[in-house]
């Protein structure tokens, strides 16, 4: 029996969960399209976990565009990831009311788009490291068969002290299998988007290349390669349509063999970016700092 297999007995097998009774909701993190995460007390394990809710209607309807394809649900996605860089998933089931649920580690440090927003001074001397670790992660979903979808710093969540950096939210992820790589899929957060995806080409992993290369040029100028002044799909039509703003010119200072792995990554042409995180991570292993020396 094979992973899928295990988890998806598992997930069958698995008691209806009363979410008031099993956990106290402390706080509310963030509320996303299709669920809302939360600081919650697991009185089960005695525990403080992070507890994804989804919105029953909306992953019915994102998870009907795959009727037929044995998709993995989130849950199983997020049970299958193993990493150092990826937020760890202690459990996923459905609750005595329907609702699909996710119980994972709690990380208690800042989010990487508040950091971005708030143009932390905090980042500075950090992010090399900060991307490396980002890219470890997307490498690690890449390697377990899977195309994440949904790269951007909202996906991020940083250490308390800004020394590292995990990967969260799987539900947007498809299996890296051609049914999954169809024209037609155009979920995602637009400003990140590979132009493939609006465009209704096919896609493959290296849409999340592309989504890696808009993060970690944001994380390094506080800017988007393209100004948009709108987070709309047509704000991602740009992409192919208009060069970006060469990242040198926002940030002279950087080291150059970083700013030209990122460049690659943004490519609107996916067979111009890195064949793989493999690949980009190989080519920033020689930098020794985000700044030119």
């Not at 939360?38 to 005695?46: C, I, K, L, S």
């Amino acid at each position: 029996m094979g992973w899928f297999d295990k988890l998806q007995s598992l997930w069958k097998g698995a008691g209806r969960v009363d979410i008031a009774q099993r956990f106290q909701l402390l706080s509310e993190g963030y509320v996303g399209t299709m669920s809302r995460f939360y600081r919650a007390r697991d009185r089960q394990h005695d525990r403080i976990v992070g507890l994804k809710l989804c919105d029953p209607e909306k992953t019915l309807t994102f998870e009907s565009r795959f009727a037929g394809l044995k998709k993995p649900s989130e849950g199983q996605i997020a049970l299958s990831m193993k990493h150092e860089r990826i937020v760890e998933t202690y459990e996923a089931g459905v609750s005595s009311t329907g609702q699909a649920y996710i119980v994972m580690e709690f990380l208690p440090g800042p989010g990487l788009q508040q950091l971005v927003r708030q143009r932390d001074e905090r980042l500075v001397g950090r992010r090399l490291n900060l991307i490396r670790q980002m890219a470890e992660a997307v490498q690690a979903v890449h390697q377990a068969g899977f195309i994440h979808r949904d790269i951007c710093p909202r996906n991020f969540i940083c250490l308390p002290e800004l020394d590292g950096i995990k990967l969260i939210d799987f539900g947007l992820t498809v299996p890296d299998e051609p049914a999954f790589r169809r024209p037609g899929n155009r979920t995602g957060t637009p400003l990140y988007m590979a132009p493939e995806i609006v465009r209704r080409r096919d896609t493959d992993n290296r849409l999340d290349v592309f989504a890696l290369g808009v993060t970690a040029y944001e994380l390094l100028t506080f800017q988007l390669p393209w100004p948009a002044a709108e987070a709309t799909g047509r704000a991602a039509l740009r992409h192919d349509t208009h060069d970006p703003v060469p990242i040198l010119e926002i940030a002279p200072g950087l080291d150059r063999t970083l700013a030209v792995a990122i460049t690659d990554c943004i490519s609107a042409n996916r067979d111009q970016r890195p064949a793989s995180l493999g690949e980009f991570l190989s080519r920033i292993r020689r930098v020794r700092s985000e700044q030119s020396n």
